[in-house]
């Protein structure tokens, strides 16, 4: 335990290791949810039921998930290990979140 935060928003994160998950879409909906609000950022997600060609009525965040070369426009935030590996840019939300607690939302 070494992120300064994790302490703090342990128990939010608790459920996701003790309940089983049928699909992984289950999972990662719940923890982006847990993340948002977390952040206290407000997000209607939904998922279609089928793959939609015309997006005008929407935003459509599908390009995001492309694999694709990053010029990494994410700011440094401090990291417990910074000082031996350096910045380590593209990790997840909730390394974010363990590391910088309420500034989090301030952030991302």
Same mark, same amino acid.
């Given at each position: 335990?070494?992120?300064?935060?994790?302490?703090?928003?342990?128990? %939010?994160?608790?459920?996701?290791?003790?309940?089983?998950?049928?699909?992984?879409? %289950?999972?990662?909906?719940?923890?982006?949810?847990?993340?948002? =609000?977390? @952040?206290?950022?407000? @997000?209607?997600?939904?998922?279609?039921?089928?793959?939609?060609?015309? !997006?005008?009525?929407? !935003? %459509?965040?599908?390009?995001?998930?492309?694999?694709?070369?990053?010029? =990494?426009?994410?700011?440094?935030?401090?990291?417990?290990?910074?000082?031996?590996? &350096?910045?380590? +840019?593209?990790? +997840?939300?909730?390394?974010?979140?363990?590391?910088? &607690?309420?500034?989090? &939302? !301030?952030?991302?």
């Amino acid at each position: 335990m070494n992120s300064p935060f994790f302490m703090y928003y342990q128990d %939010d994160f608790r459920p996701f290791y003790e309940k089983k998950y049928e699909f992984l879409l %289950d999972f990662n909906m719940e923890l982006t949810q847990v993340i948002l =609000d977390l @952040a206290h950022m407000k @997000a209607n997600l939904e998922l279609t039921d089928s793959y939609c060609r015309n !997006t005008q009525d929407m !935003t %459509d965040l599908r390009g995001l998930i492309e694999p694709q070369e990053s010029s =990494d426009p994410f700011r440094p935030y401090w990291q417990v290990f910074r000082q031996r590996h &350096g910045f380590l +840019s593209n990790l +997840s939300a909730v390394d974010l979140l363990f590391n910088m &607690g309420p500034e989090f &939302g !301030t952030i991302i």
